[in-house]
Structures are given as C-alpha cells and as structure tokens.
C-alpha cells in the first residue's frame, strides 16, 4: 500500500493538516484533515512580534499534529509544514518556525507569497481546473490571486484576522469601522491585475469561500462538505460582507457559519468581495481543498511514488 504523505497549513487563523495516499492513477485519497483554530496572528495588527499566548497555542497545535502522525505511520520525510502570513509578517516569524522544528519535530517552514499562490493555484489545477482558472485564497493575513495561464503569482497583506483587529476590533486601531475596511480592501486589491478573470473560470480557495457558501445556501448549519464545489455570484458578495457587519456576534452565531469564523467572516468576506470587484469576475466556484492540497502535491514530486 502507497505510504502516507501529509501536509500541514499554518495559517494566521487556522492551523490545517492533512493526510493523504496517492492512488495509483495519481489522484489524492483523503485519509484525514483536522482543523484548529490557534489564531497564530492575533495581535500582528498592533505589534510586529507573535503574541506569547498565541505561540503557546499554535505549538500545542503542531504537537498535537505530531502525535496524530506518529500514530498513523507518517514518516517526517513524508511530512511538509507550512507557515503563511503571520510568520512573513512577523519579525521573529523564521525564528519562531525554527524553534518549532526543534521542539516539536514538524518540518516547518515560513512560505514566500509567490510560493504560497503558486501552490494555492496547484491544488486548485490539480482537482481537473484548467490552467486559465484564476485563483483566490482570502487568509487570516493576506490574500493571494494566482493564474497558471497568466503565469501569475500575486499577494496583498489583507486578511480576515488583520483588518478585523485593525478596523473592526474592540479597540480598533484605525477609525471608521466596517467602511473604512471596505475601503482599505478595496485600495489592496487594486494592486492585483484588474480584469484578469473576465472570461476566465474562477475558483476561491479556504473557508472564507466556503462559510459565504453556506450562507448564501441557507443552511441550518455549517456544513463544508453540502458546498464544496458550489457555484456563487460574485456581485452578491460586497453587500453581505457589509450586511454580516452590522450583525452582533451573537447574531452571526446564530447563521450557518463556522463558530471560530463568526467574528472575522466579515473581514474576509471584504476582501474576497474587492479581489473579485477587480478582477471583474461575474461568477465564481469555491472549494475547502485549499493550500494544503497544493503543498502535498508539490511534496510528491520530490517523493517516490
């Protein structure tokens, strides 16, 4: 039987791992996929360090991962871990990943923003999209827009869990509210190529994607695997970002969202919303088969099979 391969997916909210088999027609067999919610960059508005409490965190995180490795027969050489965002934006982000490898023994290591598009854009291609799809994944700290076609590789520092403490917080650092974000979303997203997806399939990777698809489907609760693949309106996304807003945290609770999202969904909402604006997309699909599908695809290429 194939060995096992997985892929851990750091992210400025999330911490993801995946763990899968190549079949032997080269496809991906999911043996299995947990999802944390460390929240690894909370604070990076406000500070240019990791916060202490959220370092704790995420390292019970990977050694939790870890474990559940050694207890499914994952070898480490089979293992690739990955941090996105927070760790670039950091300033001690590579040499709190470094720390990680020595006390948790997790392979991990700090993605540049092309490498992260590039493999957005991969585990989208690898699910039978064509190379002209364009591709979005709205994070806890950045966005990335890619397009194999286009030979496009791209990032922005706006994500759900920065511009929330930044504009939507408690303490808000900038003034303005939920306007104000909607206005600075725009402005980042202006630096993408503008018009790039008319004619174009495009496809929004991660769970902002995924939650809006729950939303817009009605359910009586979230439930990533009843959308996968859902087909959405790009136009509708700006005004319900806005009307999610003005919603009380208890009031979102009460929606078909997932409950460590309820309080940055609008935020990420945003800048999905501003990357479609600029992009001129009219429709788009959305997958929960994110950055980690494309890490462990790219693993298997230095990998016998």
């Given at each position: 039987m194939t060995q096992l391969t997985a892929a851990i997916d750091l992210g400025t909210n999330t911490a993801l791992l995946l763990v899968a088999r190549r079949t032997s027609a080269g496809g991906l067999e999911v043996v299995e996929e947990l999802c944390r919610t460390p929240r690894l960059g909370s604070g990076l508005a406000r500070r240019t360090t990791l916060d202490p409490e959220a370092c704790a965190r995420a390292q019970a995180v990977l050694q939790e991962y870890r474990a559940r490795l050694a207890a499914l027969g994952v070898d480490l050489s089979r293992v690739r871990a990955v941090g996105t965002a927070c760790l670039r934006r950091a300033t001690d982000g590579a040499a709190w990943a470094q720390h990680m490898r020595t006390v948790t023994g997790v392979p991990l290591e700090v993605l540049s923003e092309e490498d992260e598009a590039r493999l957005s854009a991969l585990a989208v291609s690898a699910e039978g999209v064509g190379p002209e799809a364009v591709v979005i994944d709205v994070g806890g700290g950045s966005t990335e827009v890619g397009c194999e076609a286009l030979d496009l590789r791209q990032s922005r520092p706006m994500g759900?869990?920065?511009?929330?403490?930044t504009f939507l917080g408690a303490e808000p650092l900038q003034p303005g509210g939920y306007p104000a974000l909607w206005a600075h979303a725009q402005a980042q997203a202006a630096h993408f190529p503008r018009g790039i997806a008319a004619g174009r399939p495009v496809v929004a990777v991660g769970g902002t994607g995924v939650n809006l698809a729950c939303l817009q489907a009605k359910l009586t609760r979230f439930d990533p695997h009843a959308v996968e693949g859902a087909e959405l309106d790009a136009h509708?996304?700006?005004?319900?970002?806005?009307?999610?807003?003005?919603?009380?945290?208890d009031e979102r609770r009460a929606l078909p969202i997932e409950a460590e999202r309820v309080e940055v969904l609008p935020a990420g909402l945003a800048c999905l919303a501003a990357t479609l604006e600029q992009l001129s997309a009219s429709r788009?699909?959305?997958?929960g088969r994110g950055l980690r599908?494309?890490?462990?695809?790219?693993?298997w290429k230095s990998l016998p099979a």
């Open positions: 759900a869990v920065v511009l929330t403490e509708s996304v700006a005004a319900l970002a806005r009307d999610l807003a003005s919603l009380s945290l788009f699909r959305i997958t599908y494309g890490v462990i695809r790219d693993l």
